[in-house]
């Protein structure tokens, strides 16, 4: 197996670092939006919440419904989603390429995210990734999500990888912060959803403004 500087595995999250799935994610909303007779989403705020996941999406996107009553919503949201597919989700352009890198290398790559799995295997499936990932931990695999370090040690476990010699990819402090505590090293995606935080006061080893830029901070380049 060759390595990267060092680090022989590489994990990413899905949503906002991988892919660009907020266009079906918002859709699925204005839907539900529509059922129970409440205004259309504000499209560029519920993007950045995304990578939260789903009751973050009903609360950004429905901002005049209660707690209880998101708690409800959210099993016809998620229906509504599935039922739509990833119509519009895509890879970020440039992600493929890095991938394929990764891959010409011998360097396994899986992803950690909280995205249930009956949700996040479509994903990947439509996306051409089924066959290329070696590992995939979704919210559901394990009785823990990010930030917890669990699902992140279970990914390296998979791929047979030692965390210490593992990098992690993500758009979110959760993210960033699951990685650390798993002992590996950590890439904050800043051309993600970001939940409206500042990358740069994650404390990731590295930071790439852009995909063009991801090689470089996976030491590729």
Same mark, same amino acid.
């Given at each position: *197996? ?16 991988? /892919? ?5 994610? +918002? ?49 016809? !949201? ?13 890879? !970020? ?10 891959? $010409? ?14 949700? $996040? ?22 009785? +823990? ?6 699902? +992140? ?5 998979? *791929? ?27 890439? /904050?995606?800043?051309?993600? !959803? ?28």
């Amino acid at each position: *197996m060759n390595t990267a500087g060092g680090f022989s595995a590489v994990l990413f999250d899905l949503d906002g670092t991988l /892919a660009d799935s907020a266009p079906d994610l +918002v859709a699925a909303l204005s839907t539900l939006s529509r059922e129970i007779g409440e205004p259309e989403p504000d499209p560029i705020a519920v993007s950045r919440v995304v990578s939260t996941g789903g009751r973050a999406i009903l609360r950004c996107g429905l901002p005049r419904i209660a707690e209880e009553r998101i708690e409800e919503l959210l099993p016809r !949201y998620l229906h509504l989603y599935a039922e739509r597919g990833n119509v519009s989700t895509r890879l !970020y352009e440039g992600i493929d390429e890095v991938l394929r890198s990764l891959e $010409a290398r011998g360097i396994p790559w899986g992803i950690v995210t909280n995205k249930v799995g009956w949700l $996040a295997a479509p994903v990947i499936e439509q996306l051409g990734l089924k066959g290329r990932c070696s590992a995939l931990v979704a919210g559901d695999t394990l009785s +823990v999500r990010k930030p917890d370090p669990a699902p +992140v040690l279970h990914a390296c476990a998979l *791929m047979k990888a030692d965390p210490l010699l593992t990098q992690f990819v993500g758009d979110d402090l959760r993210d960033i912060e699951a990685g650390r505590a798993a002992g590996t090293r950590t890439i /904050a995606a800043a051309w993600g !959803y970001l939940n409206g935080g500042d990358p740069h006061s994650w404390g990731a080893d590295a930071i790439a403004n852009d995909v063009a830029a991801l090689p470089a901070c996976l030491l590729l380049a």
